[in-house]
């Protein structure tokens, strides 16, 4: 739990921070009466704040029209203290900012301010006064639940978050940087209810909807999903088996389809969809050449997918698939879950197996692009003689346009090892070697 300290430093308004300075000079003082009066002033004053911003800055309706109100009640009845518990129930009401939690902590803190700040005497002769644990948790609640938090929280924060990442995307091109925005700008004030709203929208419209709009955000959308889980993954796992994320899948899109594949597949999130989409998504997969070199998920386990694709290699006619036809980002999206399982030694050999079973030029070439050159830096050395046997032995990878060129990317990472190469041991080389 952060030290209120940390916390204070972290109050968005400079005037609410000014004021809560006060707060923390009568605590330490141990005045704690005036304290929570205090307290609940800075509340409603970092309120009107964060109203007024959103007037000004972002033109928001909703506060626009309680500020408004309040204007008239204090035109109407200038001594009347009705508007303040006025506000806090349409701000509750139609804003993000105070949610049931925070709306039940301000009423706690108005309750000890009234008794604070009248003269109620208990049964002792006492004045009633609130203690320091009281006056510790007051400041916290309302340091976490409103003074932290910026004045976005008073609109429908979910379609601002997802419309403000829309217009930013094309400035927001590196991952860590658009993790670092959403981090700092939205998720550390969100809480889990928004966050699982948010996440919702943004797998409608990533995974179901096709029309322009998701269209030119989908890359940005699917990134902005990827850290969403990656920060709650827990929280989101225990909500995807419901009906909404099963309907909210498109199985007639070919682009669309294929980056929730992807998505399933980072994520190994497969066990948590219902067993009628799964029936669905396996049967849509395994008509798919590239799908079906991701999905391990499929399989036991990423050790049995990957010997099943090496005998699918190894006995064409038995199987549907060669493989030949897998593009680069499958085959590195392949590689990646492999190296976080621990397998990329198997992925890489059966990188070689299918490269070393093209048969023919084009297929050469695909593979190679595909296969070879995005690992080429991760090949141990005993993989790179491997890589210089096929082409010695195989015509048509040997052979194409593009064979010496190939073969020369190899050379080149052999040399930066000082890998030592005895060319004698592969008399087929000569031919594009000269």
């Not at 938090?149 to 094309?170: G, Q, S």
């Not at 889990?192 to 943004?202: A, C, P, T």
């Not at 990134?223 to 088996?241: A, D, G, V």
Request: overall charge negative; hydrophobic content about 35%; charged content about 30%.
């Amino acid at each position: 739990m952060e030290q209120l300290e940390t916390l204070y430093d972290k109050i968005y308004n400079k005037k609410t921070k000014s004021y809560f300075r006060e707060v923390l000079i009568s605590y330490q003082n141990e005045s704690y009466r005036s304290a929570v009066v205090m307290l609940y002033s800075v509340v409603i004053s970092d309120i009107l704040y964060k109203l007024s911003d959103m007037d000004t800055i972002y033109e928001d309706e909703n506060a626009k029209s309680i500020l408004n109100y309040i204007r008239e009640e204090q035109k109407d009845k200038p001594n009347s203290p009705e508007w303040e518990k006025k506000i806090i129930e349409e701000v509750n009401k139609k804003t993000k900012l105070i949610d049931s939690s925070l709306l039940a902590n301000i009423n706690h803190l108005k309750n000890q301010r009234n008794l604070s700040a009248h003269p109620i005497i208990d049964s002792n002769d006492y004045l009633l006064s609130p203690t320091r644990e009281d006056i510790i948790a007051h400041m916290r609640n309302m340091l976490e639940g409103l003074f932290t938090k910026p004045p976005i929280f008073t609109r429908e924060i979910e379609m601002h978050f997802i419309i403000d990442l829309a217009e930013k995307k094309e400035y927001l091109i590196n991952d860590s940087d658009l993790e670092k925005y959403i981090v700092n700008n939205y998720i550390k004030y969100f809480n889990d209810y928004i966050i699982r709203n948010i996440f919702s929208k943004l797998w409608k419209f990533t995974f179901k909807l096709v029309n322009e709009e998701t269209t030119a955000n989908r890359d940005i959308n699917i990134r902005t999903l990827q850290i969403l889980f990656n920060e709650k993954k827990s929280l989101l796992l225990t909500y995807l088996n419901e009906q909404y994320y099963q309907e909210n899948i498109s199985f007639d899109n070919e682009v669309v389809f294929h980056r929730f594949i992807q998505f399933i597949a980072k994520n190994k999130i497969y066990e948590y969809l219902n067993d009628n989409t799964k029936k669905l998504l396996k049967a849509k997969i395994e008509n798919d050449e590239n799908l079906s070199f991701i999905s391990y998920f499929l399989k036991n386990n990423i050790v049995e997918h990957l010997k099943s694709i090496e005998e699918e290699v190894n006995n064409p006619l038995s199987k549907p698939f060669e493989y030949n036809n897998v593009k680069k980002e499958y085959t590195e999206s392949m590689y990646n879950i492999c190296q976080y399982e621990g397998h990329t030694e198997k992925f890489l050999d059966l990188s070689l197996l299918i490269f070393s079973k093209s048969n023919n030029f084009d297929n050469a070439n695909h593979n190679f692009d595909s296969y070879i050159e995005p690992f080429i830096l991760k090949f141990s050395e005993y993989q790179l003689k491997q890589i210089i046997n096929i082409f010695d032995e195989n015509g048509q990878i040997r052979g194409r346009n593009r064979g010496k060129y190939d073969l020369t990317l190899v050379f080149n990472e052999i040399d930066k090892r000082n890998i030592t190469i005895d060319l004698n041991i592969y008399p087929n080389l000569n031919e594009i070697l000269g």
